[in-house]
């Protein structure tokens, strides 16, 4: 038997009882923000999703997620001995930077240095870094040149300046997540990405701002305030991971973690022209990382390079028995074949998203259609692929994240319900709507689609989207997910890659997509892109 949407007042009345249930002390002015935000039609458009998946199907939580056949990388080959340098002229990426530190042709102190002076000029203007961490920052710094002295060098990370987007946890630093209900909670325990980052010998020099609790595509925060975009000022940075994007575009950090439950990562490195990189879900640890949605949130790293963002996700990955979303034998080594090129790869070239209107801007699209016409030209194979379930996935990426959300924050609802800045709380207020099944189909259907996408990697090696509509919109408007968030709930590797500027100025990128586990046919495309030389510098300033 079909299930039906309730009316208008059935939602309402179902809305009110939820959250009275969960003790929200939500007014009547935020029940008729509720109806004025548009969520009635949003809750058809979940059940029109779901409509075509049968109720008894098995839902997604439970499908299999095997690593019985993730491609094993071996370890990149050795750099060449570079010439000697000092900070400031240092390279701009983790991969040129390394060699020089190993060979103490440049200190970690010295680096560090310049990042911390540049993150104090710069900042006031940005609004990047939620915390600084100078004096730990510079101790860290003055171990990792003992110890490459003394012959005990880590591998590329040591020495490096990196940031932490600030929902990860660092022990004796106040993580906001965001927001003021956290705003004075002092964690007591690292996070197992900033565990593997410290192990690597990498210098952590703060956390990054964010979008509260992560839950908006832009970086607009009614507590801590906007990130501006390096390349114009008056532009977003996009989000939630917006801190963490400004950081490394402006030459802060050299990297930085973020998180993405939607796009927080990819979004954030294609507005500000960096290469953002969100790998299998189950491949890098969320423990330590406040959750916004449990099945749809990974953690991964923005760089400067593609080498560099495999360089970080090698250290990021791999099994944690602290959180059971990891797999085993789910490490990464960077592949020795990176910059091997893309001859004989079918790259899906998306042509339809069910939606019957244009995918992006003529700007937007000529950009992505150069990067791939780059990839044409090394050996790639081009295929037009449609995607009509891609529209309907959308909506239930969003209601499962929806509801996610409002499992989490609950409690935290009842009992600090005005520290919420208006927008956030609205958000959440909202997700009370919907009803005690609505998970399950939204669980049966995402393992519906998954099941029928699997089969679009007889026909292609990799897919491709543009990574936006359109370039970053100005300060305050919002991202759209439309390329992005159906591949959190597929939990497919994805990355984006600068491949030029708009007329205006600002970055355009490529998203790429592959199979569970084989990021590292992704990267090689991800590379013979960047090689492509579409994208000038990034600015300077």
């Known amino acids: 038997m079909p299930i039906t949407s309730p009316d208008a007042s059935d939602l309402l009345d179902r809305l009110r009882m939820n959250l009275r249930a969960a003790a929200v002390p939500a007014t009547d002015t935020d029940i008729e923000n509720f109806v004025e935000s548009g969520s009635l039609a949003q809750y058809d458009d979940f059940n029109q999703a779901v409509a ?29 001995m570079p010439r000697a340098a000092h900070a400031a002229d240092a390279p701009a990426t ?29 900042n006031p203007t940005i609004n990047a870094f939620q915390l600084v961490l100078d004096e730990r920052a510079r101790a860290a710094a003055r171990r990792a040149e003992q110890e490459i002295a003394a012959g005990d060098y880590r591998g590329p990370l040591h020495g490096i300046p990196i940031a932490a987007k600030d929902l990860v946890a660092m022990k004796g630093t106040i993580t906001t997540a965001g927001s003021k209900v956290f705003g004075e909670r002092v964690t007591d325990h690292d996070a197992t990405a900033i565990e593997r980052l410290a192990a690597a010998g990498a210098i952590i020099v703060g956390k990054t701002c964010l979008s509260e609790f992560a839950y908006w595509p832009g970086s607009t925060n009614p507590h801590y305030g906007l990130t501006r975009n390096p390349w114009e000022l008056d532009h977003d940075t996009g989000g939630s991971s917006s801190g963490s994007a400004a950081a490394v575009a402006d030459g802060m950090v050299f990297g930085a973690l973020g ?19 969100k790998a299998t879900f189950g491949r890098v640890s969320l423990y330590g990382c406040d959750p916004l949605s449990w099945s749809l949130d990974h953690l991964g790293p923005l760089t400067r390079s593609v080498e560099d963002a495999a360089l970080l996700l090698s250290v990021l990955a791999g099994y944690d028995k602290r959180d059971p979303r990891t797999r085993p034998n789910s490490d990464f080594a960077v592949p020795p074949d990176l910059q091997a090129g893309v001859k004989g790869l079918r790259i899906g070239v998306l042509r339809a998203d069910g939606t019957n209107k244009p995918l992006a801007t003529d700007e937007t699209l000529a950009g992505w259609h150069a990067a791939l016409d780059a990839l044409a030209s090394q050996g790639a194979t081009l295929v037009d692929v449609d995607l009509p379930e891609m529209d309907p996935l959308r909506a239930i990426s969003g209601s499962l994240l929806a509801m996610e959300a409002a499992a989490f924050h609950a409690p935290l609802l009842a009992a600090h319900y005005d520290l919420y800045g208006p927008f956030c709380r609205g958000r959440l207020v909202r997700a009370f ?27 292609v090696d990799l897919l491709s989207t543009p990574a936006h509509p359109d370039a970053a919109p100005k300060l305050g408007e919002p991202a759209s ?12 590797p994805a990355v984006t890659v600068p491949c030029g500027l708009n007329q205006a100025g600002l970055p355009l990128s490529i998203q790429l997509i592959a199979r569970p586990w084989d990021e ?22």
């Not at 709507?433 to 189909?441: L, Q, V």
């Not at 997910?481 to 497919?492: I, K, P, V, Y």
């Not at 090689?524 to 994208?535: K, Q, T």
């Open 52 to 80: 075509p998946y049968d109720n008894a199907s098995v839902p997604g939580y439970l499908a299999a997620w095997s690593i019985e056949e993730i491609p094993h990388a071996g370890d990149a080959p050795p750099s060449s």
């Open 94 to 122: 983790i991969a040129a930077i390394a060699p020089l530190l190993h060979s103490r042709q440049l200190s970690p102190v010295e680096l560090t240095e310049q990042a911390l002076q540049r993150i104090e000029r710069r």
């Open 259 to 277: 998180s993405d439950t939607g796009c927080s990562i990819r979004i954030p490195a294609a507005f500000c022209g960096i290469v953002g990189l």
């Open 433 to 459: 709507m919907y009803g005690p099944g609505d998970f399950m189909r939204a669980q049966q259907a995402r393992q519906g689609i998954r099941r029928r996408w699997d089969t679009i990697f007889e026909q």
């Open 481 to 492: 997910t439309a390329f992005m968030n159906s591949f959190n709930a597929l939990g497919w």
């Open 520 to 541: 590292a046919t992704m990267l090689r495309a991800a590379r013979a892109v960047e090689m492509a030389e579409l994208m000038p510098a990034l600015p300077a300033h």
